[in-house]
T-cell receptor
């Protein structure tokens, strides 16, 4: 079945610096790649997603890139702020009807 | 106010007991999912249902059971066969033909 790997497992950055989280997936049929942010004790929330027909997508300080050939996708957060501190999950699925498989998560700490 | 509600927020189970976690949504979503979250392991899929009266096993279904008698409800029973049930359980839903999950606020189950 589909497997999603995610690195690093923990990441600390200074406020204002950039953070990058990388994921790989195993099933070449996957074509939807969402990213979720989970603050301590709260539910995961979708922050950005990308489909396989797009190589890059941006939303203010957040961007996601996708390399379908290499089966890699990455989350980039620029000008990090303390409120960006959370666990971030990448995920993959084949279609909108299909289950979503999550990576193990990256705990991001932004140091003021 | 549309959303997905999980109850209870905290649940304690004695050894050998079955317990049922509730998940209700009023978003008119067809698909519903149960995930288990353990530290450092991300979200693992237990069961999912794409339509009433039908459901499929996820990656870690052993020791769990579900039912989907109504579109709005997808309860999860943790049976005594689940040897390590202490975890955070998340329910999610999604509309047919569209991407993206909405998560509930979770139930933290502890074996005492």
């Amino acid at each position: 079945g589909e497997n999603v790997e995610q690195h690093p497992s923990t990441l600390s950055v200074q406020e204002g610096d950039s953070a990058v989280i990388k994921c790989t997936y195993s099933d070449s049929a996957s074509n939807y790649f969402p990213w979720y942010k989970q603050e301590l004790g709260k539910r995961p929330q979708l922050i950005i997603d990308i489909r396989s027909n797009v190589g890059e997508k941006k939303d203010q300080r957040i961007a996601v890139t996708l390399n379908k050939t290499a089966k890699h996708f990455s989350l980039h957060i620029t000008e990090t702020q303390p409120e960006d501190s959370a666990v971030y999950f990448c995920a993959a699925s084949k279609t909108s009807y299909d289950k979503v498989i999550f990576g193990p998560g990256t705990s991001l700490s932004v140091i003021p | 106010d549309g959303g997905i509600t999980q109850s209870p927020k905290y649940l304690f189970r004695k050894e050998g007991q079955n317990v049922t976690l509730s998940c209700e949504q009023n978003l008119n979503h067809d698909a519903m999912y149960w995930y288990r979250q353990d530290p450092g392991q991300g979200l693992r899929l237990i069961y999912y249902s794409q339509i009433v009266n039908d459901f499929q096993k996820g990656d870690i279904a052993e020791g769990y059971s579900v039912s989907r008698e109504k579109k709005e409800s997808f309860p999860l029973t943790v049976t005594s066969a689940q040897k390590n049930p202490t975890a955070f359980y998340l329910c999610a839903s999604s509309p047919t033909g569209r991407y993206g999950y909405t998560f509930g606020s979770g139930t933290r189950l502890t074996v005492v």
